[in-house]
């Protein structure tokens, strides 16, 4: 009987959902933030990869991904939906559909930020509508959609239902602070768009973060460099040390650095230490190639906060005491991102607030 309620409560759902009339507006017109670049020819795009050159086919289009990205808004409607068009799709093991070609709903309740919904297109799906949310209250809403983190979209057009309103929201989010770093910061093995640790971060803090993560390309190459010193920030973040070697730690670390200083004398460049893969617990080639990278980031490390200025080293965490919080031994989690993102909070708003940045 209880199957039977499910169903036909499920069926009535989809039918009052198809019935609804929408009225759709293009996520790019409402408030988009997180963008480390404020404009690009494509607004979805983190990167505009005609004017930076240097980037390989993967790390192309890795950059036109909006991983970070979400759109700001106000509405009373009852239901919220989307429709996408995409440009390259992903398809991954490790990640989920929600976090590489999904969007992921919160809206501010009681001063916070809290998780409404999560979903995704199916393939091959482009301009179809999806419904996020039905049966709210009607009541004026703030919203935060996050967009796919590994899949390049052309048009994002937010539905509402007739006669509801939608409309532009102010960022209560503070500063801009670019993050620069591989998977981890990407979000890989998350399973919603908004639970990288940078994402994580940013609804705790208030603090504005401007995600230019790269799945296994950040390795402080001089291409990359020349975006962050393009961008309009208050203080950068990196995760430097995850993709290198540590041959390429040593030898690549201090021009990446001076580089980027010439552009941004007097900014915080805070660089995190690259956490403990549980891939390590028995493979020794594995231990022995992650000891030798973290071992060199922390002799470079050293080094360069007594050579340069406004220079720092924080340590992270993803595990816990049981060390289960590992999808693949490589990425974490959720729960191993809210760790690490919990890991640096401290140390990170200390170094912030030096430059004012609170």
């Given amino acids: ?23 759709f507006t293009e996520a790019s017109e409402l408030n988009l933030i ?7 020819p494509n607004p979805y795009h983190r ?39 995409f440009g390259w799709e992903y398809e991954g093991l490790t990640t989920t559909p929600l976090a590489y070609r999904g969007y992921d709903l919160y809206i501010i309740d009681n001063g ?15 301009g179809k509508n999806k419904v996020l949310i039905s049966n709210m ?12 983190i590994y899949s390049e979209v052309n048009s994002v057009q937010i539905g509402v239902e007739e006669g509801a ?18 998977s981890y910061t990407h979000g890989v093995s998350t399973s919603r768009a908004g639970m990288s640790y940078p994402m994580q971060l940013m609804r705790w803090t208030g603090l504005q973060f401007l995600s230019l993560g790269c799945s296994g390309n950040c390795k402080m190459q001089p291409y990359f460099a020349d975006v962050l010193c393009d961008a309009e920030v208050d203080a950068l973040v990196f995760d430097a040390f995850s993709n290198p070697n540590a041959q390429m730690i040593q030898e690549r670390l201090f021009p990446f650095i001076e580089q980027i200083q010439k552009a941004h004398p007097d900014i915080p460049l805070i660089f995190q230490q690259t956490i403990d893969r549980e891939q390590r617990n028995f493979d020794q080639a594995s231990e022995k190639r992650e000891k030798a990278k973290q ?18 080293f924080i340590q992270t965490n993803a595990t816990d005491a049981h060390e289960e919080t590992s999808v693949d031994g490589v990425h974490p989690g959720n729960y ?12 990170l708003l200390k170094i912030l607030k030096k430059y004012g940045i609170k």
């Fill in 336 to 347: 191993g991102y809210t760790l690490w993102a919990k890991s640096i909070e401290k140390p």
């Fill in 47 to 85: 990167v505009d990869t005609v004017k930076y050159k240097g980037f390989t086919e993967r790390e192309n289009r890795q950059v036109r991904c909006p991983a970070g990205l979400a759109v700001l808004f106000k509405t009373n409607s009852t239901t919220i939906s989307v429709k996408t068009t």
């Fill in 165 to 182: 309103v939608l409309e532009y929201m102010e960022s209560p989010f503070r500063h801009r602070i670019g993050i620069f770093g591989s």
């Fill in 295 to 312: 071992e060199m980031a922390e002799k470079m490390m050293k080094e360069a906060c007594r050579k340069y200025k406004n220079i720092y």
């Fill in 137 to 148: 209250d009607g009541q004026m809403k703030e919203c935060m959609l996050y967009l796919p």
């Fill in 112 to 126: 916070k930020w809290r998780f409404a919904a999560a979903k995704a297109h199916d393939f091959g799906s482009d």
């Fill in 34 to 40: 997180g963008k480390i670049h404020k404009e690009t």
């Fill in 1 to 23: 009987m209880k199957t039977f309620l499910l169903v036909v409560l499920t069926f009535l759902t989809t039918l009052a959902n198809a019935q609804t009339k929408f009225v």
